[in-house]
């Protein structure tokens, strides 16, 4: 979910099997309702849902298309979108959210910003709390997290299920939350991150696997369905180069480009493993560059920029035919298009990715305007016609 990926620094060097991970600033995302992306000027622009704020511009109207920059008392360089919340960093290093504060998702003051039904929420950027610098975010469900360049994680938002990094006692609106940002427990350092529907996972510096929150079907990939509000590192001796933390499962990439996913709905190896709470790997013998876990689906860029996608097409986010929505398809299959990416990023049931040129396209489910070009759903992707230029 979102572009974000996770690699975590133990505190003693060890030998790196293959080339460390950097922080490659995240200029699209995806979120439930919502698309940002960062246009070649540095201009940020939002377009889908806008109920709760998290297109940033002072208003709740929706847009269909890209519109004019949300803000402009900051140059953003990295974004990242959850269910109702949108956050990104500028220039400096500082975090900035909008949309949805309903359970502290936003990083400010719970009396901060304005009514949003019987919740609150901000329509403009707000400057997280505690001034810290960030290299890279993280945009889960209903929490956000932040990765320091020394390799320590914060998070902030709901909290109920160990997905802020530690057990949270304070309550709010009869949840576990927190409306501050809090440090991840444990000895692991982090170098990008990457968070699902309501879990974390990592990449340590040799590209061990480790995750935390939520682990109901087994998407922190120890064996086991038990919750963990600390990061563990996943049964595996496989060592990865990116992941992604999707709904209830997790997937990861090799060195050699091979995907490996663990937890339950879009971990494609085959009709008989549709679950496992250890990592199995993704069958066709595809070669992956990145892969990015959705709410029930997972789609990969190839190395040679085609996309596979496999889980459940709940509304064309695997781009397949109208006519195969709500199928399940266990192993990767080629969507109907023959355009090649180079980066993508999916939170819920629409993705969206960048060709070689920089140019937005976005598929899936676009009833709220997600897909930046009209309110219907596609399997066939959709150029995004972004003001700015490509970056």
């Known amino acids: 979910m979102a572009l974000a990926l996770s690699a975590l620094l133990s505190c003693a060097e060890p030998t790196r099997p293959f080339p460390l991970p950097q922080h490659t600033p995240m ?49 953003f360089e990295s974004v990242v979108a959850g269910r109702s919340h949108t956050c990104a960093l500028d220039e400096d290093g500082a975090a900035w959210c909008w949309g949805s504060n309903a359970l502290g998702q936003l990083g400010i003051e719970a ?14 950027p707000a400057p997280v709390i505690g001034d810290r610098r960030f290299v890279a975010l993280a945009a889960g469900d209903q929490f956000t ?11 902030w938002g709901l909290g109920d299920v160990g ?37 974390a996972c990592g990449l340590t ?21 038990i919750d963990s509000p600390v990061p563990r590192a ?31 709905d879009a971990i494609g190896a085959g009709p008989t493993t ?52 709500h199928h399940l398809f266990p192993a990767p299959r080629r969507i109907d298009s023959d355009r090649r990416f180079a980066t993508l990023a999916g939170e819920y049931q629409t993705y969206c990715a960048t060709d070689p040129a920089g140019e937005v396209w976005c ?7 997600q897909l930046g070009s009209g309110t219907v759903d596609s399997a066939e992707p959709l150029p995004v016609p972004v003001p700015g230029g490509t970056p």
């Open 27 to 75: 200029t699209l995302a995806a979120g439930a309702g919502h698309a940002c992306r960062i246009a070649g000027d540095g201009a940020l622009h939002c377009w889908g849902r806008g109920t709760e704020g998290q297109l940033g511009r002072g208003a709740f109207e929706p847009s269909p298309a890209a519109p004019d920059a949300v803000f402009d008392a900051a140059t």
């Open 111 to 124: 009396s901060a910003g304005v009514a949003c039904g019987a919740a609150t929420c901000s329509p403009v």
């Open 145 to 155: 997290c932040g990765l320091e360049d020394a390799g320590s994680v914060w998070c």
């Open 163 to 199: 997905q802020l990094g530690q057990a949270i006692a304070a309550e709010c609106s009869g949840n576990r939350c927190s409306f501050v940002p809090l440090p991840v427990q444990g000895d692991y350092r982090l170098r990008t991150l990457s968070a699902g529907r309501a879990h």
């Open 205 to 225: 510096v040799d590209g061990e696997a480790v995750c935390w929150g939520y682990n109901g079907q087994g998407q922190l990939g120890r064996g086991d369905q």
């Open 234 to 264: 996943v049964a595996t001796d496989e060592r990865f180069v990116q992941l992604s933390a999707g709904g209830l499962h997790t997937c990861a990439v090799t060195a050699a480009g091979v995907a490996w996913c663990w937890g339950i």
């Open 274 to 325: 549709l679950e496992s709470a250890v990592p199995v790997r993704v069958t066709g013998g595809g070669r992956y560059t990145q892969v990015e876990s959705g709410r029930v689906s997972t789609c990969g860029v190839r190395s040679d920029g085609l996309v596979d996608c496999w889980g459940t097409n709940l509304s064309s986010e695997m781009g397949f035919p109208e006519a195969e929505i």
């Open 363 to 369: 598929w899936g489910a676009g009833t709220q305007g």
